[in-house]
């Protein structure tokens, strides 16, 4: 399957992007510290879904590391691949093997957010699910088949 994860044309579309369940796949994982000095990880989500009325349109999600919050990026991972191995989220290395172009499901929330006095509407990443045998099958009759993705020699991190 070839699918650019790494291309800046994304979409930005108008609004947010819509609830519900979306294929992804991750266009970007990095490492670093939340502005309350926790261990986190930042994630971008890039539609890919053939049919999806967002493709091509990018989410963005963090994975705080604490004891209490790392079942988030606990999911995330399984939703990848269950069979993943362990692994340091704190390594950008890890990330990069693991994580980085690999597609799953996401399912998306709406959620009111107030900023200086506005509210706006903020998608929220509410669950994460592996491939279904559907899906895999759109996947490969949009992109080809297999579901390991070609990426540039170049890794962007």
Same mark, same amino acid.
């Given at each position: +399957?070839?699918?650019?994860?790494?291309?800046? @044309?994304?979409?930005?579309?108008?609004?947010? !992007?819509?609830?519900?369940?979306?294929?992804? #796949?991750?266009?970007? #994982?990095? %490492?670093?510290?939340?502005? @309350?000095?926790?261990?986190?990880?930042?994630?971008?989500?890039?539609?890919?879904?053939?049919?999806?009325?967002?493709?091509?349109?990018?989410?963005?999600?963090?994975?705080?590391?604490? @004891?209490? =919050?790392?079942?988030? /990026?606990? #999911? +995330?991972?399984?939703? !990848?691949? *269950?069979? +993943?191995?362990?692994?340091? *989220?704190?390594? =950008?290395?890890?990330?990069?093997?693991?994580?980085? &172009?690999? *597609?799953?499901?996401?399912?998306?929330?709406? $959620?009111?957010?107030? /900023?200086? &006095?506005?509210?706006? !509407?903020? $998608?929220?990443?509410? @669950?994460?699910?592996?491939?279904?045998?559907?899906?895999?099958?759109?996947?490969?009759? #949009? /992109? &080809?088949?297999?579901?390991?993705?070609?990426? !540039?020699? $170049?890794? *962007? %991190?």
């Amino acid at each position: +399957m070839k699918i650019d994860v790494t291309s800046d @044309s994304t979409s930005t579309g108008s609004g947010p !992007i819509a609830e519900g369940g979306h294929i992804v #796949a991750i266009s970007q #994982a990095d %490492f670093g510290v939340s502005k @309350s000095g926790n261990d986190m990880v930042t994630v971008r989500f890039r539609v890919i879904g053939p049919d999806d009325g967002d493709k091509d349109r990018e989410l963005r999600a963090w994975y705080v590391l604490t @004891s209490s =919050q790392v079942g988030r /990026y606990v #999911a +995330m991972a399984r939703a !990848i691949d *269950p069979k +993943m191995r362990a692994h340091d *989220p704190t390594q =950008q290395g890890d990330l990069n093997e693991l994580v980085w &172009g690999k *597609p799953l499901v996401v399912t998306v929330q709406h $959620e009111d957010d107030e /900023y200086n &006095g506005e509210v706006r !509407i903020r $998608e929220r990443i509410k @669950s994460h699910a592996g491939l279904s045998d559907a899906e895999v099958t759109a996947l490969a009759g #949009a /992109y &080809g088949s297999g579901l390991v993705l070609e990426l !540039i020699d $170049e890794t *962007p %991190f």
